[in-house]
C-alpha cells in the first residue's frame, strides 16, 4: 500500500514477554512514529481504516475477546498494514501497566460497555480512576477522543475530564469523526444518536508545542 515503506509481519497480534513491564514499542514497529491506541477495538473497522489512512503513525488495537482480535489481524494483513499491532488484552490493564509513559499521541475510545444497570457502573472503563492512569500514558498534548451511544455515560465521561485540571475539552476534527466504528455505523442506523468528544493534555511547560490534529 503506498506510503508503507516495509512489510506487515506475519501475524499483527503482538505476544508481550512480560505483563508486569512496559511495551518495547521500538522493537514491535518497523519505524519509530507517533503512537496512537484504540481501547476496545471491536472488529477493527476504525482502526484499520484509520491506520491505512495514516501511514506515518502507528497504531496499537486494545481487545479483550481473542476472535474479534484475530479478525482485526486479518483485515490488517489483508491491507499491508505495518504500522499496526493487537493486543488481546483488558484496555484498563494496558493503560495502567503496559503503556509506556508519555508514550501515546492518542487514544480512541469508542463505544465502550455502558454497563447501564446501576449496580455495574463501577465497572466502566471511563471512571474516576481513568483521567489519571491516562494521563501517565499520554505525552503532552495528547488527545483522549471519545464517542457512545448512552447518553448516562457521555454525562459521566464530561463529568470525569471536567474534573481532571490537568485536561482541556478540544474539538474531534471532521476526518475522525467521519470515520465510523462497526457500531456506531449500527446505531445511527437504527437512528440511535452518536455522542462525543475529545480532551486534550494541558503542556507540562511552556514553548512545547501541541502535536498535528490526527
Not at 484498563?92 to 508514550?103: D, H, I, T
Request: with cysteine; aromatic share 10%; net charge positive.
Amino acid at each position: 500500500m503506498a506510503g508503507h515503506l516495509t512489510d506487515p509481519p506475519a501475524s499483527l497480534i503482538h505476544e508481550p514477554a512480560s505483563i508486569l513491564e512496559r511495551l518495547p514499542l521500538p522493537e514491535m514497529f518497523p519505524l519509530c512514529q507517533p503512537l496512537e491506541v484504540e481501547l476496545g477495538s471491536g472488529d477493527g473497522s476504525f482502526v484499520v481504516d484509520y491506520a491505512a489512512r495514516r501511514p506515518e503513525i502507528n497504531f496499537i488495537a486494545v481487545e479483550r475477546l481473542l476472535g474479534r482480535l484475530r479478525k482485526i489481524d486479518r483485515k490488517g494483513r489483508r491491507a499491508g498494514l505495518a504500522n499496526l499491532r493487537c493486543l488481546w488484552m483488558e484496555a484498563s490493564y494496558f493503560l495502567e501497566f503496559l503503556a509506556p509513559e508519555g508514550s501515546v499521541r492518542a487514544l480512541h475510545v469508542y463505544f465502550p460497555d455502558p454497563w447501564p444497570k446501576r449496580k455495574h457502573r463501577r465497572r466502566r472503563l471511563i471512571n474516576e480512576r481513568f483521567a489519571s492512569i491516562a494521563r501517565r500514558a499520554l505525552a503532552p498534548g495528547g488527545v483522549v477522543f471519545v464517542r457512545t451511544d448512552d447518553a448516562g455515560y457521555f454525562a459521566q465521561m464530561r463529568e470525569v475530564f471536567g474534573a481532571a485540571a490537568f485536561f482541556e475539552e478540544t474539538h474531534t476534527p471532521e476526518p475522525l469523526a467521519a470515520l465510523a466504528t462497526d457500531f456506531e455505523r449500527l446505531f445511527n442506523l437504527k437512528g440511535v444518536p452518536t455522542w462525543r468528544a475529545a480532551y486534550r493534555l494541558r503542556m507540562k511547560a511552556e514553548g512545547i508545542g501541541a502535536p498535528d490534529e490526527p
